[in-house]
């Protein structure tokens, strides 16, 4: 799974959003319990109620990426182990 | 040695002592226990219960001096799963009780054999049902060799006749145990527990085979799972499949039984362990009465020696099972035998233990009803109560069997009387009933006066023609 | 050093090596999968994957096997500190767990974690109480709660008929073979921390040879319950602990320190 993905080029009035996303869903094991939609500060979670995947419920997607501080929550509370959570690479902060 | 000389004779040579292992008073249960620890026991979880209380005292004693395990666990289910977890990982395991903690013990026998961990057992059988006594007893024939857990699987079964032999026994326990991954029993009784004997110190160790299948901690391997869990059913049946060819692999290589004045022999008594002690007495004073009997001690109750009791079966008169039990083994007798002689049952339960007399005298009983073609036994000895007045009670043979013209061979038909010999009579035998049994018409059922009767068919049948 | 769009992000989270990558079949929103993974988490930091032979149970659970990936022995009903009584005294060097359920270790199972305890075995239980027998559909359990409708209480327990929930490990904790008695739950991310640290300490209680270590995990039973997951965990917090009362009961470690 790529970790990365490019983003097109934006306005500058426009915040700029990360080049990759943080996280990785494995879509094919969520069973659609929504704890983590309940556990996430941000609301970045919701079912995607037009996909059924294959163990038959609708799978988790992450629908505002930009609000997510990879926080982990999710994945803390996930009992299917769905969630790989990313976070910003450390940098000199000035 | 040195020759000793006096004066004007000559030197005696000295006698050569041949080596002989020594000998040493042991009680059976104390025996068995050095026998397990020298034959290489891990470990060992018990429980006490008369009568083998001595096993686990031998063991709590000598484990740690050997730097092996002991628990004295919480109960027999207690033991015996630790029994279970410790086999799992390859260990060389012993548990023993006695025939209450045997029933507690038949959930993991189950399991066992599912998950097809090699234990040992040692049941020093005592009376039963239930809490019964703490003599000795053989009644828990059935559970060894047929009962204990849920599901298809059998697991073989020694039992020995003196201590000497148990000794031996443990040793060859673990070795089917290992060889073939299975839970063996070992069936001793309260008598071979208790009792004191001279036994040589002959032990034996059986090597230990690579253990592929133990759990050891999955370093640097896949893991490994103990279990006896598969719910798909084609995987199931699979796994029962192995399960039986192993049963059958162990019924062709491991049955072991032994066999006393045979060669001559008319009748035969079918005896294991301390019965067959008892029997061999009663053998030497038969014969010594002009009687041609043998013994037959099946050494492994299963896989059962059935093939050579077919065998035999052909050439003897009859067959006297033995058992301190109501009759077990005369089952699997009978159905080894398959008709082809007369098989009776002496027995005594409740810890009593039959006297050699007492089985001459069933013998003697025995060869008077073959001779006369009746094969019939009656009950051994009269009991205590009131004798029967209602109507005659019904044969075994009669409720099952349809009658078999020209008198020929029937399947064991021991007059089955639940009511007491006191209420028995040689004449109901017969074709007419005996004069003031009411309901007159013979062959009725108690209690079902209007069942028709049908003619009798020949008055030589054994049951007189009765249904 | 320098950041730019190409540097890798950092792994926040991920699947730990000892929970297999395959789906389960527990329940949507079981408990039984948080705990497996902080298991699976607290036993690949410690480094004990390779020494552990672990004891499965029979419940919902009883495929736990199948999602942890080091050695298992199956065990019957109840029985597992027994079976792991006898792994434990011949394998010195292993490192052993039994995990359960409430029928499994408060019902049928009693006697044997209460002897296991009292010998202070040096095993770690793991007890998973959702208060309810999941997989045979929903039936009471010794940890039921009064007024909890289960298939069996089906007008709510009451106690005068189906007696009072069990406080296990309350009365394990008072044995001096227990170094370490702990009960978390999973209803949220912060209890979620703390029910790892815990199941960290218990297994230090048997690496240190300490004694006896259980760590209760309240869990949660979304099909049993009747309830979605998100109002079983709701009902987890706010309810379920009023009866079961989070926190280290005992560490007989830190008493010794």
């Known amino acids: 799974m790529a970790l990365f993905l490019p983003e097109p080029s934006r306005t500058s009035s426009a915040p700029a959003l990360p080049t990759w996303l943080p996280l990785l869903i494995a879509s094919d094991r969520c069973k659609g319990c929504e704890l983590c939609v309940a556990a996430c500060p941000r609301d970045c979670l919701a079912l995607d109620t037009a996909t059924v995947n294959r163990l038959g419920y609708h799978p988790i997607e992450l629908v505002s990426p930009g609000t997510c501080t990879s926080c982990a929550f999710c994945a803390r509370v996930c009992p299917d182990t769905v969630f790989t959570v990313l976070a910003a690479p450390r940098e000199a902060r000035p | 040695m040195t020759a000793s000389v006096s004066a004007g004779e000559a030197p005696t040579p000295p006698v050569a002592v041949p080596d002989r292992p020594k000998r040493v008073l042991m009680k059976g249960n104390e025996a068995i226990a050095e026998a397990a620890i020298q034959a290489g026991c891990d470990a060992y979880f018990g429980y006490p219960i008369t009568p083998q209380a001595e096993l686990l005292e031998w063991m709590a004693r000598r484990m740690p001096e050997e730097g092996r395990v002991f628990i004295q666990a919480e109960s027999e289910l207690g033991a015996i799963n630790m029994a279970l977890g410790a086999a799992a990982t390859g260990a060389r395991v012993l548990v023993s009780s006695s025939s209450p903690g045997m029933s507690l013990m038949a959930e993991a026998m189950s399991y066992m054999a599912g998950q097809e961990v090699p234990v040992v057992l040692i049941n020093v059988m005592r009376g039963g049902p239930g809490l019964g006594s703490i003599q000795p007893s053989q009644s828990d024939y059935f559970q060894a060799t047929k009962g204990h857990g849920h599901g298809d699987y059998r697991v073989p079964v020694l039992a020995p006749a003196s201590i000497g032999e148990a000794m031996d026994l443990v040793a060859t326990s673990f070795e089917l145990a290992e060889r073939y991954r299975t839970p063996v029993i070992m069936l001793a009784d309260g008598i071979l527990g208790q009792a004191m004997e001279p036994v040589e110190l002959r032990y034996r160790t059986p090597e230990r085979l690579e253990t592929p299948w133990a759990l050891t901690g999955a370093d640097g391997r896949e893991p490994r799972v103990v279990r006896s869990l598969h719910l798909k059913p084609e995987e199931l049946e699979a796994h029962n499949e192995d399960l039986q060819a192993k049963f ?126 009746t094969r019939a036994l009656k009950a051994r000895r009269p009991r205590r109560h009131a004798p029967l007045t209602g109507p005659r009670p019904v044969t075994r043979a009669e409720w099952h069997r349809p009658p078999v013209a020209g008198g020929g061979p029937s399947l064991g038909d021991d007059v089955f009387s639940p009511f007491g010999d006191d209420a028995w009579s040689p004449e109901w035998e017969q074709e007419t009933p005996p004069p003031g049994v009411p309901g007159s018409t013979s062959g009725q059922v108690p209690g079902q006066a209007d069942t028709p009767v049908p003619e009798p068919v020949a008055p030589a049948t054994r049951n007189g023609g009765r249904p | 050093m320098s950041v730019d769009a190409t540097t890798p992000p950092r792994v926040i989270f991920e699947r730990p090596e000892l929970l297999a990558d395959r789906s389960t079949h527990y329940c949507p929103g079981c408990g039984h999968g948080v705990v497996h993974r902080l298991l699976a988490e607290v ?27 080091f050695d298992w022995c199956e065990a019957p009903h109840g029985r597992a500190p027994a079976v792991a009584t006898g792994i434990r005294r011949v394998r010195p060097d292993a490192f052993v767990l039994t995990y359960q359920g409430d029928g499994d270790l408060a019902a049928i199972g009693t006697a044997e974690i209460v002897h296991a305890a009292a010998r202070g075995e040096l095993i770690t239980a793991i007890f998973v109480n959702n208060g309810i027998y999941g997989m045979t559909g929903g039936q009471m359990a010794p940890t039921s709660l009064i007024g909890q409708k289960t298939t069996s209480t089906p007008r709510g327990r009451e106690a005068s008929l189906a007696g009072y929930p069990i406080p296990m490990t309350e009365m394990l904790a008072i044995l001096p073979g227990v170094a370490y008695a702990a009960r978390g739950s999973i209803a949220d991310p912060s209890a979620i921390g703390k029910t790892k640290a815990m199941l960290r300490r218990a297994c230090q209680a048997q690496l240190a040879g300490a004694g006896f270590a259980i760590v209760e995990v309240l869990s949660n039973c979304p099909v049993g319950w009747g309830m979605t997951p998100v109002e079983s965990i709701r009902y987890l917090r706010e309810t379920v602990v009023g009866t079961y009362p989070l926190g280290v009961l005992v560490d007989r470690m830190k008493k010794e320190a």
């Open chain 3, 43 to 69: 036993l690949g930091e410690l480094g004990l994957g390779p020494r552990t032979i672990a004891v499965a149970p029979v419940g919902c659970s009883v495929f736990a096997f199948d999602y942890l990936e």
């Open chain 2, 248 to 373: 059958h692999r162990i019924a062709g290589h491991e049955v072991r039984w032994t066999g006393e004045q045979l060669d001559d022999a008319e009748l035969v008594i079918v005896a294991y362990g301390t019965a067959a002690r008892v029997a061999r007495t009663a053998i030497a004073r038969a014969r010594a009465a002009g009687m041609r009997v043998g013994l037959f001690r099946p050494i492994t109750l299963w896989p059962f020696p059935e093939f050579q009791l077919a065998e035999l079966s052909q050439r003897v008169r009859g067959m006297l099972v033995v058992e301190l039990s109501a009759g077990q083994m005369v089952e699997d007798v009978r159905l080894a035998v398959e008709g082809r002689c007369a098989v009776g049952f002496d027995g005594r339960m409740g810890g009593m233990v039959p006297s050699p007399d007492e089985v001459v005298a069933a013998l003697r009983r025995l060869d008077e009803s073959e001779r006369q073609g």
